[in-house]
């Protein structure tokens, strides 16, 4: 049981724990910061795992851009608590019942899958990025092309969509009267 | 209209009827009612001439034909046995029968031109007269059996038209109806019988032979390995149900006193002289067949002295005038199907002859009491009209004696004579038959002179003073009385010194057919006719005993409105065995409640199956499927959440499936 | 090519039809009118020219598959157009006043309807009369559904579904036979004289001849799939039931004498039996229920099944007499109770109602029309003098000739024709006037021609028969088969009655089409 | 050494907790967040298995995977604020709610 391992099973337990808070947040400020505790949980698994450069992109990309997004949005929403907002309540139990089934019954097929894939050990070695960066764009390069095409395509549409949103709130606001 | 080599055309004969009816539907609608009347008695007339010449032609002194055949084109073809051209064959029996039908037809035309005047649907009623007619002279001058059948039904339709001419009345639909789904179902086993013989042998009339090989055959392969026997009794049995049917014999007889409920020219003219007798010119015309099988004629025998005496009983307790004729026309007929039963064809053929006169005669003298009583039918509503209706008095008296049997006097007595005398004589005939046929002429006798006594006699019971009738009411039936007398002594048996004039007549018609010896030692003929005679003398007096005016009554006078008298209304005497007479033996109420309540029920039951069982199956498919949709409604309730449920449901079911098929 | 011609005249008129729409009403009906007039002379010229021989019609369709527009038409064919043009004209005499609104729309659809029944009745192409059998129901589902009575969707629907249920096993069993023929090596043809070469083993011919008859069977309409016909039939307008009984319920007959017997001669053999027992339940069941029916067109409907059950009787009965009959039956069933739609439709304008309980005494108020209703009631129930006793007499005959105790059967079914008809006619002609009709007028002239057309058909069908039976046989060979069985034993007692009289040799294989039916023909008579 | 199924198996875990908050979380936003877990445990079944192989390729995939979560939060973030702005709330199952009638 190498130190890596112990690392990555406490960084499961912790991911895993936290995603389950997610789930259950009564608040929606606790549940981002529940999912910022589950990547940093997934980034600690990643390092494990021998992704180093990948586990970074993860805390940084991810946690820091992503998940703070969403609690400027939050923010700008004010629907924090759950007194005003009803649609905060976390789910009761009989709605998780078909959904939680069907969700074991997904774990045990790709578990079964896994096993019978007898993937084996990690090798361990961790991967450096000057391999990432060349196999990324010797072959990959088309890959890249497109991801940037995608951010490309969410920039525009985050912003039409947020100028459509900022228009129709100065009509509504220069009726009523609050900025 | 006569061929290269002088024979007369037959054709024109139906033709000229059929002219007449045809003018007067078209173009009567434009014309005075009147003048309907005189298109159609002008039409009758000139086929009545026609028959005439065409008679003289056939039996004239150097007549070399025997029958006039002329196939004009061909009808059905194709078909195996069905196989038949329109034409006519005017042999000595179609030739008696086509004159009484337009002679007699035509007499009643001409009453009934006078009778039917200021009718609401004159015109109707003489386009289906002369329609009537038409197909009454195809029935009997067609050369095969399907072409006969065509007249067969034709005369069965027109006789609903007129029983039914009254028609705001509900009784008489109902009547017209009876007639024609009785007579159809008739028409049912004819046509099976038909058929039968067509596969047989062939019903073409020229030809109408072969049922002696058909007998011998020990197995005829058509009919499921029957003997040729019974196949021949079968079809024997069929044509009578068919002639049953048409001549009211018994069981269905029930129609004929309901059908009094049409004008009275109308019955005299089809319920007494033609349609009725049908069924006799289709046992004569087939007699070959029937000849083949004892048991048939034994059958025939029976079921024409049993309705014989039937119709006398039932007679004899009547109180409307025209059921009382009705009842006597059922039983006269079932007299000449006794005659053609034991075998004397020819004289069963002439029993019609006369009775076509003097029955025609007394509706028409019924008719003109009535007419003149203004519609009043019931025979205790009258008396003493001797003195207002002297002429139609002594015609009715005429031929109520022709029908009584007058000894030596009418024509009645030969004809009947006759058939008892054969009855008692030939090989078919047997003593109980000839009994019970004697009986019944006791009977007729009574119930005869008690309508001549009842409606003519004694003192006028209502307050009724009766116009007197015009000249054309009495001049035809003057005639026809005359004929009632005359006509007996065409037939004049060797025993009174005659020469059987008649029997000789249909020689070459009923060849080897006829069965009956013509045995005539004078002296057993003479004491049997001494017996018939003597017998209606006994009738007239125990009629005059009873319903005389001198007597005491001792029947009692049942008083009912006239013209509401139906087989079922309520009994009007008091002694259940005259209530049973009375009603026709129930035989009326039988068939209603068993057969008419019972079709009604098994129809409204089968639309009900119709409705709810063969339909409810597809409506039941129709709400499944209405099902169906609301199931899946369930999966397209417009949540998100639902969709992604199902996206995930189907992702794990591939996984699994992937997996487990793996 | 007068054949195509037939049809484009009809499609020509559709298109007028549709135009003249926006001139006015009347120009559409005479349009109607002309068009279908001139489409009968086209008809009486084919059942003329179809004496010398059968004339045939070409164009390639679908060459990839072997489907081409092949029209061809023989005896029964001529004959089945012309039924179908004389009602064209009568359905367009008939509805000159009872369609107001979308007149133009009305008699587009009928022109259609009528396009749709052409093509089934000429074409010799199993994909040219499957397209044609559905592009019948078209038109009438829209015939009934817009200009019918109270409950005319539901009678809509009810009809669309039933006819294409059925169709669907039909289109089954002509894929199957086709893909059997084409993966034999015989090449993909929609022919159906090829594709009734294709040797079937006997379940095949089995399953295929099962499938075509429920089609056809939906459209006859045979005992236990007939429910149909009286809603249809109740809702629909006159012109659309005339169209409907008079000539549609046959193209179900015609298409299993094209149709179903020849692709699968030996299984039309082994269902016989079954059919003569539907076809009897049919006719005895459609009697009796007509009887308790109280709608005027509901119980004409009715006995439309039973005749129709006579027709099918007729057909599978195996003999020149049946098959014959059968023929004439459809003739006469198209002409009276045509009629007697007519005289339904005439009635409900005028008295605004079917219920027969209402009715009564109209003969004071119309006697023209109570005398047309007494010739059409008589001739439904078989009174000799019009053609249905003798289609009747035939199937009777033949069903006799095949058991005796059948016919015996088939016959007493007349009697119970016989009840139903008079209590047609008793209770709305005869029996005392119940209400006093004011608006009732007699028939006007347009209605009196419509209806004298079809009385004049069946009478001269009545008193000359050979009209109908003779273009039947030319040219024998190419007689459609009937079915062929004759039982041994009438065989011999007709050779046992040989000398007497007529000769029928009747020798019979099987019931493909090439074996020999001798029959009495004229020449030989 | 780190076992990889272990890795594949937490990666399905957090797969299927994200699923489930999809189908059942009312919330809009949490739905968002649920949608970003489960693209999360796939990044981390490819690291996991370039983990296996030794490749770079995996890790190269869960570069890709970066730029789509983002422009995914990105758009579905703008489409929150306007939800809230047109019918004034979050609540998914309200919403059909208002839509349907």
């Known amino acids: 049981m190498t130190l890596l391992a112990v690392i990555f099973y406490i960084a499961a337990a912790v991911a895993i724990l936290a995603t389950g808070a997610v789930l259950f947040a009564r608040n929606a400020v606790n549940a981002v910061l529940y999912l910022l505790v589950s990547l940093f949980g997934v980034a600690l698994m990643m390092y494990s795992l021998g992704g180093a450069f990948v586990a970074i992109l993860e805390i940084i990309v991810y946690a820091g851009a992503i998940v703070v997004l969403f609690l400027f949005v939050i923010m700008m929403l004010n629907i924090a608590r759950i007194e005003q907002h009803k649609d905060l309540q976390p ?36 991967i450096t990025v000057t391999a990432i960066g060349e196999t990324l764009y010797r072959q990959h390069y088309l890959g890249v092309e497109l991801a940037s095409l995608v951010l490309l395509i969410g920039l525009i549409g985050a912003l039409h969509l947020g100028s459509a949103a900022w228009f129709t709130h100065q009509k509504e606001a220069n009726q009523d009267g609050t900025c | 209209m006569i061929y290269a080599d002088g024979t007369p055309m037959v054709w024109p004969i139906p033709a000229f009827a059929l002219l007449g009816a045809v003018v007067i539907f078209v173009f009567s609608r434009w014309w005075a009612p009147r003048t309907a009347g005189k298109i159609a008695c002008t039409a009758v007339g000139i086929s009545f001439l026609w028959t005439l010449v065409v008679a003289a032609h056939l039996l004239g002194s150097g007549a070399r034909q ?104 509900s009784e008489n639909c109902a009547a017209a109806q009876k007639a024609f789904l009785v007579t159809r179902l008739g028409d049912v086993f004819l046509i099976l019988g038909i058929l039968i013989c067509a596969l047989l042998v062939g019903v073409d009339y020229t030809n109408l032979v072969g049922f002696d090989k058909v007998r011998e055959l020990p197995q005829v392969d058509a009919f499921g390995h029957l003997s040729g026997k019974t196949v021949l009794l079968i079809a024997g049995l069929f044509l009578l149900a068919g002639a049953a049917g048409k001549s009211a014999q018994l069981p269905l007889q029930v129609w004929l006193p309901d059908a009094m409920a049409g004008p009275t020219p109308v019955s005299a003219l089809i319920h007494a002289a033609t349609m009725v007798t049908a069924g006799v010119y289709l046992i004569a015309r087939f007699h070959q067949l029937f000849v083949q099988v004892p048991e048939l004629m034994a059958a025939v025998a029976l079921v024409g002295v049993l309705t014989a005496f039937y119709g006398a009983t039932c007679a004899i307790v009547q109180t409307d005038i025209k059921r009382v004729l009705a009842y006597s026309t059922i039983s006269q007929i079932g007299y000449m199907i006794l005659g053609l039963g034991v075998g004397a064809f020819s004289l069963g053929v002439f029993h019609f002859f006369t009775h076509a006169f003097y029955k025609a005669l007394l509706f028409l003298a019924a008719g003109t009491v009535i007419h003149s009583l203004h519609g009043e039918q019931n025979i205790f509503n009258m008396g003493g009209l001797k003195r207002f209706l002297p002429r139609t008095y002594l015609a009715f008296l005429a031929g109520a004696a022709s029908l009584a049997g007058f000894p030596l006097v009418t024509a009645g007595f030969f004809s009947k004579d006759g058939i008892l005398w054969s009855a008692l004589t030939t090989q078919f005939g047997s003593v109980p038959i000839y009994l019970l046929g004697l009986f019944t002429a006791l009977l007729t006798a009574i119930y005869s002179f008690r309508l001549v006594f009842i409606v003519f006699f004694g003192e006028q019971r209502k307050e009724i003073h009766p116009h007197a009738p015009s000249s054309l009411l009495e001049w035809p039936v003057m005639i026809l009385a005359l004929f009632a007398v005359v006509a007996g002594y065409l037939n004049l048996p060797h025993a009174f010194g005659g020469g059987a004039w008649w029997e000789h007549f249909f020689e070459p018609v009923f060849k080897e057919a006829e069965a009956r010896p013509l045995v005539h030692d004078g002296a057993k003929e003479l004491l049997a006719a001494g017996a018939s005679g003597l017998l209606a003398l006994v009738g007239i007096a125990a009629a005059w005993k009873l319903y005389g005016p001198p007597a005491r009554r001792i029947v009692p006078e049942p008083v009912i409105a006239a013209g509401e008298i139906q087989n079922d209304t309520p009994a009007p005497y008091k002694s259940p065995l005259a209530n049973l007479l009375f009603a026709g033996w129930y035989f009326d109420r039988l068939y209603m409640r068993v057969f008419v309540r019972g079709f009604k029920l098994v129809a409204t039951l089968a639309n009900l199956v119709d409705n709810v069982i063969v339909d409810g199956f597809y409506e039941l498919v129709a709400l499944i499927v209405r099902g169906f949709h609301a199931l899946l409604v369930f999966f397209q309730n417009g949540r998100t959440s639902r969709y992604a449920l199902v996206m995930l449901f189907g992702a794990v079911a591939i996984t699994t499936f992937a997996l487990m098929w793996r | 090519m007068i054949l195509a011609l037939l049809i484009i005249v009809l499609l020509v008129g559709a298109v007028l039809c549709a135009l003249a729409d926006r001139v006015d009403r009347r120009v559409v009906r005479w349009t109607a009118l002309i068009i279908t007039s001139v489409d009968l002379a086209l008809a009486i010229g084919v059942a003329t020219l179809v004496s010398q021989g059968p004339i045939v019609f070409r164009l390639p369709w679908l060459p990839s598959w072997g489907a081409s527009l092949h029209f061809e038409a023989d005896g029964l ?33 009928l022109l259609l309807l009528q396009v749709g029944i052409l093509v089934v009745f000429l074409a010799r192409d199993a994909l040219l009369f499957y397209l044609g059998w559905e592009l019948m129901l078209i038109p009438l589902f829209f015939i009934i559904g817009i200009w019918g009575h109270e409950d005319k969707q539901r009678a809509a629907f009810k009809f669309l579904l039933f006819t294409f249920g059925g169709s669907i096993f039909m289109l089954l069993a002509l894929l199957y036979v086709y893909v059997r023929h084409l993966n034999l090596g015989m090449g993909g043809t929609f022919e159906i004289e090829e594709l009734a070469k294709t040797p079937l083993s006997a379940s095949e011919q089995w399953w295929v001849f099962l499938g075509l008859f429920i089609g056809f069977a939906v459209k006859i309409p045979l005992f236990p799939v007939h429910t149909w016909l009286p809603d249809a039939h109740t809702q629909a307008p006159t012109a659309g039931s005339l169209i409907l009984a008079g000539v549609l319920l046959k193209t179900g007959v015609y298409g299993l004498i094209r149709l179903a017997i020849p692709l699968a001669p030996q299984a039309a053999e082994a269902f016989a039996p079954l059919i003569i027992a539907l076809s009897l339940i049919g006719i005895y069941y459609g009697a009796v229920v007509a009887f308790a029916q109280r709608d005027f067109k509901r119980l004409v409907a009715y006995s439309s099944i039973s005749h129709l059950g006579f027709v099918v009787l007729g057909l599978f009965v195996g003999n020149a007499a049946g098959y014959q009959g059968a023929v004439l039956q459809m003739v006469n069933h198209g002409l009276a109770t045509g009629g007697l739609f007519l005289l339904a439709g005439i009635i409900q304008h005028r008295a605004h109602t079917r219920n027969l309980e209402v009715f009564g005494g109209l003969w004071k108020y119309a ?50 024709a016989a009840a139903y008809s008079l209590k047609l006619f008793l209770s709305t002609m005869h029996g005392p006037t119940a209400r006093p009709w004011r608006a009732f ?41 009937t079915t062929g069985r004759v039982p041994e034993r009438v065989i011999r007692a007709e050779a046992a009655r040989g000398s007497l009289s007529s000769v029928s040799r ?20 | 050494m780190v076992p990889a199924e272990h890795a594949l198996i937490v990666a399905t875990i957090l797969f299927c907790l994200g699923a489930i908050g999809v189908l059942v979380r009312r919330n809009f936003l949490f739905v968002l967040m649920a949608i970003e877990i489960m693209l999360n445990a796939a990044g981390l079944a490819f690291v ?35 939800l809230r702005l047109r019918y004034g709330t979050l609540d998914l199952w309200q919403i059909a709610q208002t839509r349907e009638d």
């Open chain 3, 367 to 416: 006697p023209a029309m109570g005398a047309f209703l007494l010739f059409f009631a008589f001739a439904s129930l078989g009174i000799p003098g019009t053609g249905n006793f003798i289609g009747e007499l035939y199937v009777i005959a033949g069903t006799f000739q095949l058991h005796h105790t059948l016919g015996a059967l088939a016959a007493l079914a007349v009697l119970f």
């Open chain 4, 48 to 82: 996991a298995a370039s983990g296996i192989h030794g490749q770079p390729d995996g890790q190269i995939f869960f570069l890709f995977i970066l730029p789509v979560a983002a422009a995914e939060v990105a758009i579905g973030l703008a489409l929150g604020v306007l």
């Open chain 3, 441 to 481: 007028k007699d028939l006007h002239i347009h209605e009196s021609v419509a209806l004298g057309i079809l009385c004049v058909g069946l009478i001269a069908v009545g008193l000359y028969p050979k009209l109908v039976t003779q273009p039947l046989y030319f040219p024998p060979d190419r007689l459609v088969p």
């Open chain 2, 66 to 169: 025997l029958a006039i055949h002329e196939p004009l084109w061909t009808w059905l073809s194709g078909a195996g046995p069905v196989d038949a051209k329109i034409g006519f064959y005017v042999d000595r029996l179609a030739l008696v029968f086509a004159i009484i039908v337009s002679g007699v037809g035509w007499l009643i035309h001409l009453y009934s031109y006078a009778y039917m005047e200021g009718d609401e649907g004159e015109r109707r009623f003489f386009g289906y007269l002369n329609l009537f007619v038409f197909s009454m002279l195809t029935l009997v001058m067609a050369d095969n059996a399907f072409f006969m059948f065509l007249g067969w039904e034709g005369v069965g339709a027109c006789s609903f038209l007129l029983i039914g001419h009254w028609y705001q009345k």
């Open chain 3, 77 to 109: 064919a001529a004959l089945m157009i012309l039924l179908t043009t004389v009602l064209g004209v009568v359905a367009v005499l008939i509805s000159w006043e009872e369609i107001e609104r979308r007149s133009g729309a009305f008699h587009v659809w």
């Open chain 3, 506 to 525: 009747m020798r019979s294989k099987s019931f493909s089409l090439d074996h020999e039916v001798v029959l009495v023909s004229e020449a030989s008579k």
């Open chain 1, 91 to 126: 789910p009761t139990r009989p709605q998780l019942l078909v959904p939680v089934i069907l969700a074991l019954v997904l774990m045990a097929d790709l578990g079964i899958a896994i096993y019978a894939a007898a993937a084996g050990v990690s090798s361990g070695k961790t």
